[in-house]
């Protein structure tokens, strides 16, 4: 079996495609829209509702390798929990109302591997929709 760093880029992109159809950065595909052939602020809720367990964290808190900086706040949004897991580190400014930038993480047991989503890239455009609600 492979481990986590091995498998991150493939969880990283099956999860930037879901975030970028949710919040219609992306056109769903006809597949998609048979669950989801709503608006897109009917979408984000749903999307929310079913697959994220959003939370402040600390720097104890965040996977190894993840610095949250001085100043600023961090909300872990779990989009699984149980072997393998994985979410994102989303690092909002020091009045919590502006997004920072964000870490991918996947964690399997005792393993783990975190990357940094591109500044400016659609799925940082896209998770600052999903945290701004």
Not at 13 to 25: H, K, N, P, Q, S
Not at 50 to 70: A, T
Not at 75 to 88: A, C, I, K, Q
Request: glycine share 8%.
């Amino acid at each position: 079996m492979d481990n986590c760093a091995e498998r991150i880029d493939n969880e990283y992109d099956y999860e930037e495609a879901r975030i970028l159809r949710v919040t219609g950065i992306i056109e769903p595909d006809d597949e998609w829209l048979e669950d989801y052939g709503l608006p897109r602020d009917d979408r984000v809720v749903i999307f929310l509702t079913e697959h994220i367990l959003s939370f402040q964290v600390c720097d104890s808190d965040v996977p190894r390798g993840i610095k949250i900086p001085r100043g600023c706040y961090a909300r872990d949004m779990e989009l699984s929990t149980g072997g393998p897991g994985d979410g994102y580190i989303i690092i909002y400014d020091s009045q919590y109302d502006s997004y920072v930038t964000a870490y991918y993480y996947f964690q399997d047991w005792f393993d783990g591997a975190n990357k940094q989503v591109p500044d400016g890239s659609p799925l940082a455009q896209g998770l600052a929709i999903l945290s701004s609600w």
